[in-house]
């Protein structure tokens, strides 16, 4: 009986081993890949993960781009995020991923579900709202400059795990709804308000370089931290702006303080986050990025 046992956990002890420590020449597997979840709404984020050495790097494609990958080296995974913008076509949509030593490729269909965010009815300074000329030549100059922004995040990734809240408000705005202001459509709100007082730090949510630091109709004093891997985060209606252009800063770095410049009703931050380009809910991504390690 005893030697039964200890046959017993020897054979236990060598399966163990063998699905702890794959050898390193084994292919790429359906199951080596996890996705957060297989639907999400518009503005959403899934985080996909990749078990593969550091080597064997694969390849995400989602909506005809790449998705810039981080490795772990503590999880031995490569992990990146699919997002879908607040317009983005609603449906089945392919997410591929491939692996090129082991000949692998895998699509896995990703739903993108329609979500009423709701909306939010504002009233501003007539001024404010039914523009001028000047006001209108301003904000289309101001709109191709951040238009011009969003390829710059396709560099290599500076982030690394965990995203910060930038200020510890509580959320007085949320993602996605749509605006009526004095009875007028305007576009969605396409960020997080935060509240706050006048001067509170406001950090950045995780390593990257300034990408832009402006002043402009809408967003008043304004940051932009390219954070690389497709992600930029947005800091807006700024009192003050602590960087510069082109500054490498840290996770958790001030880089400015709260105040209520640009077309505001109050001071509280508004913090948007786009990834590849798309407008998603910054919460999601602090939500999802829980789970990864530096
Ligand atoms: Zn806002």
């Given at each position: 009986m005893k030697r039964m046992l200890v046959g017993f956990a020897l054979s236990l002890f060598s399966a163990l081993l063998f699905f702890t420590f794959p050898a390193d020449t084994e292919a790429l597997s359906k199951a080596d890949v996890s996705f957060s979840s297989d639907a999400m709404d518009r503005g959403g984020v899934i985080l996909v993960t990749v078990k593969a050495?550091?080597?064997?790097a694969p390849r995400i494609i989602w909506l005809q781009k790449d998705v810039p990958l981080v490795y772990s080296a503590s999880d031995e995974s490569w992990s990146g995020f699919i997002s879908a913008d607040l317009h983005q076509e609603t449906g089945l949509h392919d997410c591929m991923i491939r692996e090129l030593s082991s000949g692998f490729q895998e699509r896995y269909p990703i739903r993108i579900r329609l979500k009423d965010y709701g909306v939010r009815r504002l009233k501003l300074p007539k001024a404010k709202v039914e523009l001028d000329a000047k006001s209108l030549k301003r904000i289309k100059n101001e709109a191709a400059v951040i238009h011009s922004l969003?390829?710059?995040?396709?560099?290599?990734?500076k982030w690394k795990g965990q995203f910060l809240m930038?200020?510890?408000?509580?959320?007085v705005g949320t993602f996605g709804r749509k605006s009526i202001i004095n009875h007028l459509h305007k576009s969605p709100h396409t960020g997080v308000d935060l509240a706050g007082k006048k001067g509170d730090p406001v950090v950045a949510?995780?390593?990257?370089?300034?990408l832009l630091v402006a002043d402009h109709f809408f967003s008043g004093k304004s940051v932009y931290v390219n954070h690389g891997g497709g992600i930029i985060s947005m800091y807006f209606h700024l009192d003050k702006i602590l960087v510069s252009k082109g500054d490498d800063i840290q996770k958790g770095e001030v880089v400015g303080l709260l105040g209520a410049t640009g077309r505001v009703t109050g001071p509280h931050l508004h913090w948007g986050v786009r990834i590849n380009g798309n407008r998603i809910n910054p919460l999601t991504l602090i939500e999802l990025s829980g789970a990864l390690k530096e």
């Open positions: 050495d550091e080597q064997k969003w390829p710059a995040g396709d560099i290599s990734p930038p200020v510890d408000g509580d959320i949510i995780n390593s990257g370089r300034v």
